[in-house]
């Protein structure tokens, strides 16, 4: 008998069969199933920088000569490096391998079997993910049109179940914003509110500002889009004092790491250079968007991110996707009832969106 067999009796029911988080496409499984070398594939499905990250994060990197000490558990020195970008106080900020991670915490620290947890979807997947993970209950609202937040549908979700709503602005994949007031009117309800800011870079819409008002509020931000650290892991949020000591209380020791530390001083120290990519980024947006406009089967959608959604109004967003795949373009597609017929693009150099809108005319129906 295998010392194996009969392993499927300990693994939780309810993780025997999760739903996981489909991450996008890496080239590298792209190998040997299209005909371009993988250097030249054009990765617009992660909405990472196309940029890269700044050339300081690559030169403290290779001068560091302790990656054998462990990074401070406590974050300080991180922490108000943080602090300082963000304009809060130090024992605002958590910081952690990327928001992803974050998000994770958060619903650990709220969530318990049965909890119910507001989103608004199409929105970022990994709200249900950690939820689930929990044993907790996603509730979604609907989005409206042009993927509005239903505010009122939002506060009549709301139970003495509910523990947390989460709200991404921009919204990831569909790149708009929640407009403040509705943020607001969100938040007076009392309930735990993370405010997803992923593409503040790229949006410069901020709730921070609101942080002493609303004891409720939670805000994410990463360095994974406008800093190009995504490889890195690099993500924090500010909280109120007390949420953020129950967080670092909860987290895993050591989750941020002495590269990640590295590159969070020498990005900062940078900021110029970098915030001239995320305005070039934002440049290239308005121009993609125009020519994404002018193709007959796209419907694009305004965004405030580093990426454009659009959805594909004749033919298959499924097959669109794998066409461009086949000539070395990846964009994101969803295998989600709400986002079938629909592509996301992120926003890459001006060169590449001269080889997709190339493609995407050539492919006309
Ligand atoms: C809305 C939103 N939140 C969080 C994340 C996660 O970012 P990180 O790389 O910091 O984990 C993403 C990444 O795509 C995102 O789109």
């Not at 489909?22 to 499984?29: C, F, I, L, M, V």
């Not at 409720?216 to 000591?245: C, D, E, H, Q």
Request: hydrophobic share 40%.
């Amino acid at each position: 008998m295998e010392v194996s067999e009969g392993i499927e009796k300990f693994i939780r029911p309810d993780l025997a069969t999760f739903t996981g988080y489909s991450a996008s496409t890496s080239p590298e499984t792209l190998a040997g199933k299209v005909d371009i070398p993988l250097k030249k594939i054009i990765k617009l499905n992660a909405n990472e920088n196309p940029y890269g990250c700044s050339p300081k994060v690559r030169r403290a990197l290779a001068s560091c000569r302790h990656f054998n000490i462990y990074p401070d558990d406590g974050q300080q020195e991180l922490r108000k490096r943080l602090a300082t970008y963000a304009g809060v106080a130090p024992e605002h900020i958590v910081a952690a391998n990327g928001s992803n991670t974050l998000i994770d915490m958060i619903v650990r620290l709220f969530v318990q079997p049965g909890d119910e947890v507001i989103t608004c979807i199409p929105t970022f997947d990994i709200y249900r993910f950690s939820t689930e993970l929990c044993g907790g209950k996603v509730v979604n609202v609907l989005r409206g049109d042009d993927f509005a937040v239903d505010v009122r549908a939002v506060k009549s979700a709301i139970t003495n179940r509910t523990k947390l709503i989460f709200l991404a602005t921009p919204n990831n994949p569909t790149g708009n914003i929640i407009p403040r007031q509705d943020i607001i009117e969100i938040l007076e309800t009392g309930i735990p509110t993370v405010i997803d800011e992923a593409y503040y870079e790229f949006s410069q819409e901020t709730m921070v500002p609101y942080k002493s008002h609303y004891r409720n509020l939670m805000v994410l931000r990463t360095f994974s889009k406008w800093a190009g650290l995504a490889g890195l892991r690099v993500g924090y949020g500010i909280f109120p004092p007390r949420i953020a000591s129950c967080l670092m209380a909860i987290k895993i020791p050591h989750n941020v790491s002495v590269a990640a530390e590295i590159a969070v001083r020498a990005s900062l120290a940078d900021l110029y250079y970098l915030l001239s990519q995320v305005k070039a980024v934002i440049e290239e947006r308005q121009r993609l968007y125009n020519e994404l406009l002018k193709i007959p089967y796209l419907k694009p959608y305004p965004s405030r991110a580093n990426f454009i959604y659009a959805t594909v109004t004749q033919g298959s967003a499924f097959d669109l996707h794998q066409k461009l795949q086949q000539k070395g373009i990846l964009v994101r597609y969803f295998d989600k009832p709400l986002l079938r017929n629909g592509i996301r693009i992120s926003v890459g150099k001006p060169e590449h969106t001269k080889a997709l809108i190339k493609v995407l005319k050539q492919l006309s129906p």
